[in-house]
């Protein structure tokens, strides 16, 4: 076995002038410990992660690495003051990176965990820092929570029906807590007075503000926090929540005062977590860091100009998604939770389409934007609407809860093994339904669109101006954009330049020309002349937990067209947005790295090195304009609820 030492001073070949200091093997090896276990202790879990030392190499190389694409983020100066009702996500990201560089750390798990819950505190899903090696422990609590009202007041209840699910997990879980003697199960139900001392909903909002992440409104951030309903890959599935699924093992217990059903008494019950892996095998600790930690073939770009001019001819298809990490293990619904009705044509996939009783509401359950097949989506759409017509429908409800297309795996009732959802949304298919509802008499079916203009970015775009490819398989590419009379961009138009001037909290932030998408080009289906539906009688229902696409697609509804959007759950008394965040395509930061070594900049000093480490740091690369007012992003006009 390749041993620690080894592995990292392969890594850090290419950085001869830093020291690298690796402390001999210790007594016990915690990772060996818990190798070829699916649950686990969760303090053994973090025994493992914090087996190894802090490192100043990595930190200079991460932090190099998250500086450099930082300057592609297009909101980074709109933290500096986030605008109402936004406030909690202010923050100076660079004086930030500048503290973490100067921070005093004891493991490679404490500068990481910092890194990662610095970014995910902005609480925008497109730009967060992933470091694999400390985010595939999941903690997992018998005890899932959500808001209830029982006679004309909401509390706080562990979900009355955890039993159902959470048995779904297996011996391996539940047969851990049958070990310690530990009765979980008479828990489901329980009304919930107070988590660790706390008020019940006080202990939510602090999840909500320093765990969640993914969504710029807190009371989104709360509706995380419980446990909900979804469709993972093409099934109905149980999402925990953050209360109970947290990507976070530095807790053992939680302590609540509660009521349990069928009693008046107040008791006091410290329930214990089980960290669940979701990681590449490992049998000690050296394997661990070789198979999670090390960067692989997929960690950092490529350089496509060695790929045939076939290959790089197929367009890639932009996404907006949210990767949520603390979605990672959930349970496939039970046949009992499952809708009633018969589902209509078009319903095998991410879209679950049903008739109300009556024939006068048609119900498209949209899970996701990011399906199996992406002909295959349109193609639902097309069924479901025409059953919806052929039965006499008359008015269209869109489900759109917890349509953030995050990445999870997930326990199905047909199988034991878990099943990796697609992670994303295509902001094509958001358009597609959009113009699909809408009728083609309404033109071009997006926002207008811009990417932040710092010098390296235009220094791509003028390389790929001066090589005059049809490249479309970056995106920086010309030949992906149009101008806003639809008409394509040359393969040799520089969008860049001039950049356009931008001022946001009183810096200087200059963009690209304004750009649309070619999603028209992508369209299987034909699109109506007309809506299949009066507009006025469509509306759309959600828990707010809609990222990416969905909030490009449910915004696109509202301003267009003045469609009711309905949003249920938070908590008493506090209002919630119903789109969750801005933004309009991301980069993982292998594609910024593919984009930038495609051109041959790689050697630009304004590039980012690659990553030593097997981490991600996507960023929201492309803002989506707000048709109510072109001079705002959509998630930072703040509109109030119909």
């Not at 505190?121 to 470091?131: A, C, I």
């Not at 609590?141 to 048995?167: K, M």
């Not at 298919?429 to 669109?449: D, N, R, V």
């Not at 759950?569 to 292998?590: H, I, R, T, Y």
Request: glycine fraction near 6%; hydrophobic fraction near 40%.
């Amino acid at each position: 076995m390749t041993s620690l030492r080894a592995l990292l001073a392969a890594f850090l070949s290419g950085y001869p002038f830093l020291s690298l200091a690796v402390p001999g093997p210790p007594t016990a090896d915690p990772c060996a410990k818990i190798a070829g276990r699916v649950f686990v202790p969760p303090a053994d879990a973090l025994a493992c992660y914090k087996s190894f030392p802090f490192n100043e190499t990595i930190r200079q190389n991460v932090l190099t690495n998250v500086a450099r694409v930082f300057d592609f983020f297009t909101f980074e100066n709109y933290y500096l003051n986030s605008p109402p009702p936004f406030q909690e996500s202010t923050a100076n990201i660079r004086a930030s990176l500048s503290k973490l560089s100067k921070a005093e750390f004891q493991t490679d798990y404490d500068f990481h965990r910092a890194l990662y819950d610095f970014t995910t505190q902005l609480n925008d899903g497109h730009t967060r820092y992933f470091p694999n090696c400390y985010t595939i422990f999941q903690n997992l609590l018998p005890a899932p929570a959500i808001s209830l009202e029982v006679n004309g007041v909401q509390s706080l209840y562990i979900a009355p029906d955890s039993v159902e699910f959470f048995s779904l997990l297996g011996t391996e879980y539940t047969g851990y807590f049958d070990s310690i003697n530990f009765n979980w199960k008479r828990l489901a139900g329980a009304k919930i007075l107070q988590v660790e001392g706390m008020d019940p909903y006080a202990y939510v909002d602090l999840i909500a503000k320093t765990v969640s992440g993914n969504y710029l409104d807190h009371g989104i951030r709360v509706n995380s926090v419980f446990t909900s309903y979804r469709i993972s890959a093409a099934d109905f599935s149980q999402r925990l929540g953050d209360f109970a699924g947290p990507v976070d093992v530095s807790k053992s217990f939680l302590t609540l005062r509660l009521i349990t059903v069928n009693s008046t008494k107040a008791e006091t019950v410290k329930i214990p977590f089980l960290a669940n892996y979701f990681g590449e095998d490992f049998t000690d600790k050296d394997s661990y860091w070789a198979n999670n930690c090390a960067a692989d073939d997929a960690t950092n770009g490529i350089d496509i100009r060695s790929q045939s001019s076939s290959a790089r001819s197929i367009k890639k298809q932009p996404k907006a998604d949210v990767i949520d990490l603390s979605d990672s293990k959930g349970v496939g619904l039970p046949e009992q939770f499952h809708p009633t009705a018969p589902p209509t044509a078009g319903s095998d996939d991410v879209i679950k389409s049903y008739i109300l009783p009556g024939n006068k509401t048609g119900v498209m359950f949209v899970g996701s934007f990011s399906p199996r097949n992406f002909g295959r989506f349109q193609s639902d759409t097309v069924a479901a609407i025409t059953a919806f017509k052929a039965a006499g429908v008359s008015q269209l409800l869109i489900d759109l809860t917890n349509n953030g297309g995050p990445a999870s795996y997930i326990v199905f009732l047909k199988e034991s093994d878990p099943y990796p959802c697609p992670s994303g949304g295509y902001v094509c298919l958001g358009q597609f339904l959009h113009q699909y509802l809408a009728g083609s008499q309404i033109g071009y079916p997006g926002f207008q669109s811009t990417q932040r203009g710092n010098l390296l970015a235009r220094k791509v775009v003028a390389a790929h101006v001066a090589m005059g490819d049809d490249d479309v398989s970056t995106f920086y590419s010309p030949a992906n954009w149009a101008f806003l009379n639809g008409t394509i961009f040359p393969n040799t138009y520089n969008y860049d330049e001039p950049v356009s001037p931008l001022v946001v909290n009183g810096q200087f932030d200059p963009t690209s020309q304004r750009f649309h998408d070619t999603c028209e080009f992508s369209f299987s289906q034909p699109i109506p002349e007309t809506p299949p539906f009066d507009l006025s009688k469509v509306a759309i229902v959600s828990n707010g937990n809609c990222a990416s696409t969905c909030a490009m697609f449910s915004t696109l509804m509202n301003e267009r067209h003045g469609t009711k959007i309905a949003v249920f759950g938070g908590k008493p008394s506090e209002q919630m947005e119903f789109k969750g965040m801005a933004g309009n395509q991301v980069l993982e930061w292998f594609d910024l790295d593919t984009e930038i070594k495609s051109v041959g900049l790689k050697d630009d000093p304004l590039a980012p090195p690659d990553l030593i480490v097997n981490s991600n740091f996507r960023h929201n690369w492309r803002t989506a304009w707000s048709f109510l007012d072109e001079s705002k992003p959509i998630g930072v006009l703040s509109l109030d609820l119909l």
